[in-house]
């Protein structure tokens, strides 16, 4: 059931100091994956940093998927302070089952404050309720609707871009202004690939024509709080691939058009047939 994998996931954001000093979370159960979904990682990496920072929020994320990491076994947390300052905080974070270490990373932290304001405008795009719905399927907890109504599991060849919008559904309550951001950073781990993989004929996932791929590193910067409790549209752009390796870009807008996170993502994409 969606809202059973939901709660599944959201618990896994909640990280718990040990006796030693690092953090543990429980693995989201994905049986059908095979392997930790780094959307958990990207969360619980969120959670550590704010666990070990008083009066701030996360700014940015940083991580490198260093090895792919197992469901049955727990993953612990290490922290590093490099810093603590009056407006901004940055912590160094690894993550390791056992003597295999799956990431490490950088996190940023921000008390909150005014400046500024400015941003592009969102893309004109359908609206949610003129597309289909797709049911939460593999990692994906969330109510989702594609722009164009474009499959995520295609082969089919189209532009190196993808709209996709997505919320939580009504029944499930709103969690703090951290799991929301938690959130967003699970899922932003969901769909970026896929922009990538458009423009090349037969690939897709599931693609027999796929020999391996995964996610080598993912940033994400906050920029405004986020609410997913309402539909936000996720814009991605993949604007080059080439040694085996594809860059994607992505921005967050909620409903109303406001620009609260971005994303950038390089992924390893190897296909039948390129000598290595």
Known sequence: M???LLDAVEASFAVHEQADGTYEGPNVPLESYGRLFGGQLLAQAL???AATTEGKVPKSLHLLFLAEGRPGTPVCWSVDELHS???FASRALTACQGDRMLVAGL????ATEPGLEYQEPPPDVQQPEELKPIAPTGAMPLEMRVDGDAA???DAVGAPCLSVWMR???DHLPGSPLVQQQLLAYCSDATMMAAAMRPHPGVGFGSPAIVASAVTSHTISFHRPVALDDWMLFVQHSPVASGGRAYIRGDWFQAGGLLVASCAQEAM???AGVER
Request: aromatic share 0%; charged share 20%; glycine share 14%.
């Open 2 to 4: 969606a809202g059973d």
């Open 168 to 170: 939580v559904p009504s």
């Open 269 to 271: 994409i190897r296909v």
């Open 152 to 154: 995520l599991d295609s």
């Open 85 to 87: 300052g009056r407006s």
């Open 47 to 49: 959670g550590v940093a």
């Open 107 to 110: 996190a940023s932290m921000h």
